[in-house]
């Protein structure tokens, strides 16, 4: 049924059911296993304009749902109000409180600047009432922006309430290194980089290793892996799960063929250089994306999702569907995206770009969604690092010129990643997930 105008004595009824005291934290647990608090109210707000100084942001984040509201100037788009937490928050919820004025199309966008914004919900289908939005993402600023007026007077919120989550721990966790484009033809020397990020997984002892491809420079010859790869990387050996690249396919002796003499049944445990592995409640997948056009390949990634029993799915392979750096966007990846997206994978993992990036939840076609998939761009494990140049919707964060490795944090409900420097500085923190 749609939701109709909403009378003040509608908001009220809600409000008896759902709200605790304005002075008290409200703290439940979620279906997504996270336990609550109001972050917002009595916080500073802004916003783009005002009807009046009865009508000041500030109304909207009062804890008074019955007299006080904010409203923008009618008959304008855009508008927007936001919220300033104080800090950077884990946020897992926001809910907008329409009057009659209402937003029919609108984002809820975050910030830890109030200057650069990520979308992390959009819709172009508001009917107003109560819009009770789950969200997984991370912010000092929260922001409405709305684009298109549901009426023909402005904006206006009896209040807008942002809650911040902790995830539940979900059991006992296990730590993953992953990176991609790593090994160069060197050993030594200042500009030898594979070494060093070697050193850096020794140094976090995870229970096994992700590789996204292009594993040895520049032809990927089996001569190369054992000259290279074997003598830092390759102490892993045994507890890595690789995935190829396309500087694997460059083998004089065929594509593929140095990497699977050299990986053997470690890359081939069902003889094709695509599989998957289970580990707790997580189900990984490892694909090859130079031959994401092999129907046998999406077939079997199709039958492989359909088959799995575990809550959590994470996906690795080389070419990124997003990237902000120089190859930037592959649409070859596109259709994994949408086996992946209709299963209700959580993870992706990529190679390729030599730059680090992280992305919120999203759909293959690029539309925010807190019921999306986090793409994670770790190509920072030894090749020379390119530039970002095109910042695609939902990048949170890009980092270029940084070795590295991506230390993921696996519990059986819940994800969440640090991107380690060479030199043992976390350069940067993610929010933690919950899995669909």
């Known amino acids: 049924m749609s939701r109709a105008r909403w009378s003040l004595l509608s908001v009220l009824v809600l409000m008896a059911g759902l709200l605790t005291p304005a002075t008290a934290s409200t703290a439940s647990t979620t279906s997504s296993a996270v336990v609550e608090t109001l972050l917002s ?24 749902f019955t007299s006080t509201r904010w409203a923008s100037l009618e008959g304008s788009d855009p508008q927007w109000i936001r919220v300033d937490l104080g800090s950077v928050q884990q946020i897992s919820r926001v809910k907008l409180f329409w009057e009659v004025a209402y937003g029919r199309a609108y984002q809820i966008q975050v910030s830890p600047d109030a200057a650069t914004w990520s979308t992390v919900y959009s819709t ?49 966790s296990f730590t993953v290194a992953a990176a991609g484009d790593i090994a160069e033809q060197c050993t030594s020397g200042s500009s030898c980089v594979h070494p060093k990020t070697a050193a850096l997984v020794e140094s976090l002892n995870p229970e096994f290793v992700i590789t996204m491809g292009d594993n ?36 004089p002796a065929g594509p593929l063929a140095g990497y699977k003499s050299y990986f053997g049944s470690i890359a081939y445990p069902q003889g094709k250089p695509y599989y998957s592995y289970d580990r707790g409640e997580w189900h990984f997948i490892a694909l090859d994306s130079n031959s994401f056009d092999d129907q046998a390949q999406l077939d079997w990634l199709s039958a492989d999702l359909a088959a799995n029993g575990k809550r959590c799915v994470a996906a690795y392979w080389h070419h990124p569907l997003f990237s902000s750096g120089e190859h930037g966007n592959d649409p070859v990846s596109r259709p994994v995206w949408q086996r992946l997206y209709a299963a209700r994978a959580d993870l992706v993992l990529n190679g390729h770009d030599h730059h680090y990036e992280r992305f919120g939840p999203q759909t293959p076609t690029a539309q925010a969604d807190p019921n999306g998939i986090v793409e994670i761009l770790g190509g920072m494990g030894g090749a020379s690092p390119y530039n970002i140049e ?15 490795v991506v230390k993921l944090t696996f519990t059986d409900t819940t994800f969440a990643w640090q991107l380690v420097g060479v030199d043992g500085a976390v350069k940067d923190t993610s929010p933690t997930y919950t899995c669909h």
């Not at 109210?41 to 008074?64: F, H």
């Not at 009432?129 to 922006?145: H, Q």
């Not at 799960?241 to 460059?250: F, I, L, V």
């Open 41 to 64: 109210q009595g916080k500073p707000a802004a916003s783009s304009s005002k009807e009046g100084t009865s009508y000041s942001s500030g109304k909207a984040v009062d804890g008074n």
């Open 124 to 172: 172009t289908s508001g009917d107003g009432g109560l819009d009770d939005l789950t969200l997984t993402a991370s912010g000092r600023y929260v922001r409405m922006y709305g684009t298109a007026r549901g009426t023909s007077y402005g904006y206006s919120l009896w209040e807008m309430q942002v809650f911040g989550g902790t995830p539940d721990p979900g059991g006992p």
């Open 216 to 251: 040895q420079y520049d032809d990927a010859l089996l001569s190369d892996f054992r000259n290279y790869y074997d003598k830092t990387w390759g102490r892993f050996k045994s507890k890595t799960r690789p995935s190829p690249g396309n500087h694997e396919t460059y083998d």
């Open 390 to 404: 095109n910042v695609q919707p939902n990048s949170q964060k890009r980092i270029t010129g940084t070795f590295g």
